[in-house]
């Protein structure tokens, strides 16, 4: 137990490990019970079991280009590893239960679409990479923000991610969940930021995290990884975690039982409420702007010529080509 306010008062406090590290809570927080989280893997896992239903490949593939794999699953089967080896359904089947596409989107007045892509994933292993991501990440953000934060965190970065990618990319398809948990790791960055001054080894936390953050959008260079959802996801997620992911200054708490004549504490520091302002400003102008664009059919590429480089860079290795 440690009773040491970090910034010199005398309030009573717990060290607790917060989502970029130890950190000063006041005693009477609580930590949530994640219950959020767990259902949106059962959801996609369920989503994933109907995709594959829907798919039929022994029906649908009759083996003139490779034969179904594990046919002992009957219909839920996969597709032929050179059609996609990701162990999952076809890409057709992904299109008709929503996968994101600009063209339905734009001209077929499908804007569902942007978060129905967020549910669907294009195989065994993109399922078990994002959901286990899902998992180390958001599990621990609900248990110390709650599920309506958390919840309303996933879902508008997997949205903004999904903006973000239909104004780039307009001759693919785009499935997954990767908008919405870089949106969550972009929330651990700003949270980190924001709440600075009740975190101990904070030089420690923002380079290890900063490292994670990168790696991971290295990784999206790659062909056939849609990294305009991951870095609309992301930046969707740093602007809502300092609007949603505030904490009170430590030893707030105990301040509102001192007497009425003491000086009493501030709930947020000027700069909390600084960033939440300009945060919440940037992120309505950023999905007005975003979705006037995409239903008027801009193309993004056009005001960006080395954009499309964020998203895949070719080498002698491969091509970038649809």
Not at 46 to 58: D, G, K, L, Q, T
Request: charged share 10%.
């Amino acid at each position: 137990m440690a009773s040491t306010d970090l910034e010199g008062g005398g309030g009573k406090g717990r060290r607790a490990n917060g989502p970029s590290g130890n950190y000063y809570v006041d005693s009477t927080d609580r930590e949530w019970t994640s219950w959020l989280i767990p259902m949106f893997v059962v959801a996609n896992v369920a989503v994933f079991i109907v995709a594959m239903y829907v798919n039929n490949c022994p029906k649908n593939n009759p083996g003139f280009d490779g034969t179904c794999v594990a046919r002992f699953l009957g219909r839920l089967s996969f597709e032929p590893l050179h059609d996609n080896p990701l162990f999952g359904p076809s890409s057709s089947t992904l299109e008709k239960l929503g996968a994101l596409e600009w063209y339905k989107v734009v001209h077929q007045h499908q804007g569902w679409r942007l978060i129905s892509c967020i549910w669907l994933h294009a195989g065994v292993i993109h399922l078990l990479a994002n959901m286990l991501s899902l998992v180390f990440i958001g599990i621990r953000l609900e248990q110390q923000f709650g599920f309506v934060r958390i919840g309303i965190l996933y879902l508008l970065s997997g949205f903004g991610g999904s903006i973000l990618s239909s104004l780039f990319l307009r001759n693919n398809i785009s499935v997954g969940a990767s908008g919405a948990l870089f949106g969550l790791l972009g929330a651990m960055l700003s949270e980190l930021i924001t709440n600075w001054t009740i975190y101990t080894n904070k030089a420690a936390a923002l380079f290890t995290l900063i490292v994670i953050i990168a790696i991971n959008l290295a990784v999206g260079i790659l062909p056939h990884v849609d990294n305009f959802a991951h870095i609309g996801g992301f930046f969707t997620g740093v602007l809502l975690g300092f609007v949603l992911l505030l904490r009170p200054q430590f030893g707030w708490v105990e301040s509102q039982y001192l007497p009425a004549d003491a000086r009493r504490r501030s709930k947020y520091k000027s700069y909390q409420y600084i960033l939440w302002v300009v945060s919440l400003v940037l992120l309505i102008a950023g999905f007005t702007v975003g979705l006037v664009m995409l239903f008027k059919g801009e193309n993004a590429n056009k005001h960006c010529s080395w954009c499309h480089y964020l998203s895949c860079v070719p080498t002698s290795k491969w091509h970038c080509s649809n």
